[in-house]
């Protein structure tokens, strides 16, 4: 039996499949399966991926009749996957040669739940998006760490840079929602609800192109047609119900963190709505998920929690003068707080209520107490517990 299944998915990636697929077969770390589903394609992707299958017994070829997107892709995989720990990788991504070495090094020698690492990323499109990147793949901290809040806020939710254990995948029958955007948000976050602890290299071991046609450009980029900005409120309806049928909220430290969190996506809905129409869907659905579970909010959360959560699902938070001010808020902290990560040491003990701003992490008590912690901490390396 392998040690890690990679699952790769595929979708008309013949221009960058090669490339993936290589750098998995020059892997240093060599005790691995790659299970490569084909979602459907229309072109030579198909072709590369039987040829390489004849080359490395290694690589495990799935056809799917169907297009039927990434999470019933990575769902089919994980279906599949053999091995104590999983990875994943897009076909038109591809892993530094010590990827497999250094993750499983996370994960199995250092006895974690899960190893995370960081992102490059290469621009054929999209050279816009190059700080919001930065600032969202570059980690924030190094070495084993014990998982809270903190950590959760602070991490990019990619599943590309992580490797999992399958027993915790499947002890929680963790899924990716299809029909869903921002399905790696899902997964990554119900897993890390599961989860005691984490290992991060400090280092880019996941190199991730940036084109015009990649699955994530789409996502993120208000030049297309499709707006999937309702599916940041939908993923945490799923991911609610998730958590309590498998009694991973437990304390009111896990309402207080998912309540706060439920507030950075409400957040992101509204920065990535395309229109009005769907700026009401969004408006009506929280309205809707925030009704549905007002006991659990007023009995189980914090009243900074619930005050919190009242500014977020607030009628003048609808309004465009309050979205420009919020808008403008957001964007101060998210340059303050980044600059307090990459140059301070910040202790994990201290009482951030953090933020993402399409990942950029921003501190809500920023203002009130980041100048003093500037002035009292040194310049040094993020800070290892």
């Known amino acids: 039996m392998p040690k890690i299944s990679i699952i790769i998915t595929t979708h008309n990636d013949e221009k960058y499949l090669k490339t993936c697929l290589d750098a998995i077969l020059a892997q240093t770390f060599a005790d691995f399966e790659a299970i490569i589903i084909d979602d459907a394609s229309e072109d030579k992707t198909p072709e590369i991926i039987k040829s390489y299958a004849k080359k490395d017994s290694r690589i495990k070829p799935y056809f799917l009749e169907e297009n039927g997107g990434i999470s019933a892709s990575r769902n089919f995989g994980l279906s599949k996957a053999s091995a104590e720990y999983i990875m994943f990788c897009d076909g038109d991504d591809y892993y530094a040669p010590t990827m497999c070495e250094k993750m499983f090094s996370a994960i199995h020698?250092?006895?974690?739940?899960?190893?995370?690492?960081?992102?490059?990323?290469?621009?054929?499109?999209?050279h816009e998006m190059k700080f919001s990147d930065d600032c969202y793949y570059k980690l924030k901290f190094s070495g084993r760490h014990l998982i809270d809040g903190n950590i959760i806020h602070n991490i990019d939710t990619s599943v590309d840079n992580k490797i999992f254990r399958k027993s915790l995948v499947e002890k929680h029958q963790l899924r990716f929602p299809v029909g869903l955007r921002y399905e790696d948000s899902?997964?990554?976050?119900?897993?890390?609800?599961?989860?005691?602890?984490?290992?991060?290299?400090?280092?880019?071991?996941?190199?991730?192109?940036?084109?015009?046609?990649?699955?994530?450009?789409q996502t993120w980029s208000k030049q297309t047609e499709e707006d999937s900005s309702i599916d940041n409120i939908r993923i945490f309806v799923e991911l609610h119900a998730l958590l309590a049928r498998e009694k991973l909220l437990q304390t009111k430290k896990h309402y207080d963190f998912f309540w706060t969190y439920f507030c950075d996506y409400i957040y992101a809905a509204h920065n990535w709505c395309k229109s009005a129409k769907m700026r009401e869907t969004i408006r009506d659905e929280i309205s809707d998920f925030v009704g549905a579970?007002?006991?659990?909010?007023?009995?189980?959360?914090?009243?900074?929690?619930?005050?919190?959560?009242?500014?977020?699902?607030?009628?003048?938070?609808?309004?465009?003068?309050?979205?420009?001010?919020?808008?403008?808020k957001h964007i101060t902290k998210t340059l303050a707080q980044k600059l307090s990560h990459r140059f301070c040491k910040i202790s994990t003990s201290q009482n951030w209520s953090l933020i993402k701003l399409r990942g950029l992490t921003v501190s809500t008590n920023y203002l009130r107490s980041h100048t003093e912690i500037l002035r009292k901490t040194k310049f040094g390396k993020p800070h290892e517990t």
Request: overall charge negative.
């Open 109 to 126: 020698t250092q006895n974690t739940d899960i190893g995370i690492c960081e992102i490059k990323v290469f621009y054929e499109a999209h």
């Open 186 to 217: 899902f997964f990554v976050t119900a897993y890390m609800f599961a989860s005691n602890s984490a290992f991060f290299v400090y280092e880019p071991l996941y190199y991730y192109f940036r084109h015009e046609g990649s699955f994530m450009s």
């Open 293 to 328: 579970n007002e006991e659990e909010i007023a009995t189980k959360t914090s009243s900074s929690t619930r005050k919190y959560l009242a500014e977020f699902t607030s009628p003048r938070f609808y309004s465009t003068s309050w979205k420009v001010v919020s808008k403008l």
